[in-house]
């Protein structure tokens, strides 16, 4: 029997156990923009396209409460701008990936704004969860650091901690928080209390949002 491929689709992705991770190998940048638009989430590293379940609401809280914290302190004091996952990056050719939320310092972002950013953004941030943690830890981080990225937040929920790269010449330090304030060096001025990330629901957004800008 030929089953049609709409329908072959539906009825792999039925036989995936959740978290899912699938990965599509030998995949060139030109193929890549082939397979992936609007409606289709997919990172590129190296020839391999991944695509990863859909995060749970515990995630989308996080990653939600996050960029509305940078994005209106960016805003406010003027100093840049923030981008979510619906945006790619593409850091080189062949490594194209949609962090969960990056910081760009002011004028980096071309006008009209295009679908991709090309370049090393100022700072990266992932949320880990199941189906993305060992990506987000290992190859992405890497990868971050090999682009040269300033400054990398690790959010980690389920541990509750925030671990933070920060370049330093040729190499990187990184800060473990568990509790207390966590700090931008690239973000001048930016912080947040770790515990407000791990409260469930989220925190009022704009309380906290005051209490940083103060």
Known sequence: MIVPRRQASVLYLETLQLPYKVQFF?????????????DVKAELMDGVMTMHSPASVRHDDVVV??????????????????????????LRPGRRFAPDLYFLRPGRMPRPAPQQFNGVPD????????????????????AYR??????IWLVDPSEERILIDRKRRKSYVTETVAEGRAESTVVTGFWLDAAWLWADPPPPLFRRLRAILK
Do not use: H
Not at 65 to 89: H, K, M, T, Y
Not at 146 to 151: F, I, K, Q
């Open 26 to 38: 030998g995949v060139t940048d030109e193929k890549f923009d082939e397979l992936v638009d609007e």
């Open 65 to 90: 409460f996050l960029i509305g914290l940078l994005r209106g302190f960016a805003e406010e004091r003027a100093v840049g701008e923030v981008f979510g996952s619906n945006s790619l990056v593409q």
């Open 123 to 142: 700072m990266v941030a992932e949320v880990l969860s199941p189906s993305n943690r060992e990506d987000d830890l290992g190859p992405k981080r890497s």
């Open 146 to 151: 090999e682009a040269g990225v300033p400054e």
